[in-house]
């Protein structure tokens, strides 16, 4: 008989309902603007675009002055906002509150030291904001490795992507301070992430099988069906549909996690789907 396990950490993080709560208030009263996608979840992303949340790509030229601009969840450059604000937008600051913690951490250390590193990836909308605070001082590494290759100094601070990988941000801040006299340190990774990442380990340990669902382009969700990859078989999906009979053959405990933007409805799909298929594979024995 087939078993299936969650994660406890399933459904949206607490910057994600925030932002979703902000976007849906602002639009009861007509049409608002986003500078990229409000979270990494395209199915999210369309459902709220039929209700008047619209996704303007990352550019705020094709805005019109004086409408209304959410700032995603991921929050977006300084020279954007500031963009925006010359265009008269009124402006609803959706930013997770994790993530302007990390721009505030790396804009006071900017101004204590000569060179402020970022644990992350240097393309993540995330990153962009905070380095966009003091661009001439940021320096993103995405590894140990990257870490290893950068020149002695004497001081520096350091911050992490609030999304990123823990075991990789403290292998990078390892190699960094080898290098520098004086290192000051600051965990930004958000505590659901680190809980959600802890709970993929023990699940992962417990199945045969493992789907990740989340948004393709979401970055906390690569993670987790990274972590899962280095335990058990492990698929990331963002839909019922992309589940093959092939997945589940053989396997009796299945589990399933989700990325901090994936919506809870999304677990009841999974699992129903599940269900039809194992049912499927017991007809066809």
Same mark, same amino acid.
């Given at each position: ?12 993080? +607490? ?30 992303? #369309? ?23 959410? !700032? ?12 925006? *604000? ?17 721009? *505030?951490?790396? +804009?006071?250390?900017? *101004? $204590?030291?000569?060179?402020?590193? !970022? ?6 909308? *995330?990153? $962009? ?116 009979? +092939? ?17 809870? #409805? ?16 017991? #007809?066809?024995?």
């Amino acid at each position: 008989m087939a078993k299936i396990l969650k994660s406890r950490h399933c459904g949206f993080c +607490s910057g994600v309902t925030l932002a979703i709560k902000k976007a849906r208030a602002a639009a009861a009263g007509g049409k608002i603007y986003t500078l990229g996608p409000i979270i990494h979840n395209p199915q999210v992303v #369309e459902n709220l675009r039929r209700n008047n949340i619209i996704d303007k790509s990352s550019s705020p030229a094709g805005i019109n002055s004086g409408s209304c601009v959410l !700032i995603r969840s991921h929050g977006i450059p300084l020279n954007t906002e500031r963009e925006l *604000e010359k265009k008269n937008c009124r402006i609803v600051d959706a930013t997770c509150p994790k993530v302007k913690k990390a721009q *505030e951490i790396f +804009s006071g250390l900017a *101004e $204590k030291y000569g060179k402020v590193f !970022i644990v992350g990836k240097k393309t993540h909308p *995330e990153v $962009k904001g905070i380095i966009s605070r003091v661009p001439l001082k940021g320096i993103v590494l995405l590894s140990p490795e990257e870490a290893k290759k950068i020149k002695p100094g004497k001081k520096a601070g350091i911050i992490a992507q609030t999304t990123f990988r823990r075991e990789v941000f403290f292998a990078t801040v390892f190699e960094i301070i080898k290098k520098f006299d004086v290192v000051e340190v600051h965990n930004t990774i958000c505590q659901e992430t680190v809980c959600r990442q802890e709970e993929l380990k023990k699940l992962a340990n417990k199945v045969d099988v493992l789907f990740i669902a989340g948004g393709k382009n979401s970055s906390n969700t690569k993670r987790l069906f990274e972590l899962g990859c280095e335990i058990v078989d492990t698929y990331h999906v963002e839909t019922p549909e992309e589940i093959k009979p +092939s997945h589940l053959m053989g396997r009796v405990n299945i589990g399933i996690a989700t990325g901090a933007s994936t919506p809870v #409805e999304i677990v009841e799909e999974l699992e129903k789907k599940i269900k039809e298929i194992k049912n499927l594979n017991k #007809e066809n024995m």
